[in-house]
């Protein structure tokens, strides 16, 4: 059965930089995409990013307004993870941060509140402090 395991959260300082990855486990679509969301306490879910994929190596990444120029998602096609590469980070970036996907192509993925993303990762908790 799909499903996803986030990981790489932990405490920065303002300005500083982390790594979040997503590792996907039965992979069996010919198209999926994953997506990054966050909440903040008090907050409601906010989506970070998207990348639609294909078995034939096909990558298409989106971005929200949310970090959009602090962040970058990629995908390790060897270890089926998608990473998330958080920069210049500030402290209403923290935040727990949940990976998401579905078994189809879906543009724009991350820009819906997370409808439409059918698994769910944990949570990786981020924390920037001042």
């Known amino acids: 059965r799909f499903s996803l395991q986030a990981s790489g959260g932990g405490v920065v300082q303002v300005g500083g930089s982390l790594r979040l990855s997503c590792a996907a486990s039965?992979?069996?679509?010919?198209?999926?995409?994953i997506a990054w969301f966050r909440q903040a306490p008090g907050k409601e879910r906010e989506g970070v990013s998207c990348i639609n994929l294909s078995k034939w190596g096909d990558e298409t990444t989106y971005y929200t307004d949310a970090m959009k120029g602090r962040v970058t998602i990629s995908v390790d096609d060897a270890v089926n993870t998608v990473n998330l590469q958080l920069n210049n980070l500030k402290p209403e970036d923290t935040a727990v941060y949940y990976c998401?996907?579905?078994?189809?192509?879906?543009?724009?993925?991350?820009?819906?509140?997370?409808?439409?993303?059918?698994?769910w990762g944990n949570g990786t908790l981020v924390t920037v402090s001042s």
């Open positions: 998401a996907g579905v078994g189809r192509k879906y543009f724009h993925c991350a820009g819906y509140g997370g409808h439409g993303m059918d698994y």
């Open positions: 039965d992979i069996t679509f010919d198209y999926w995409s």
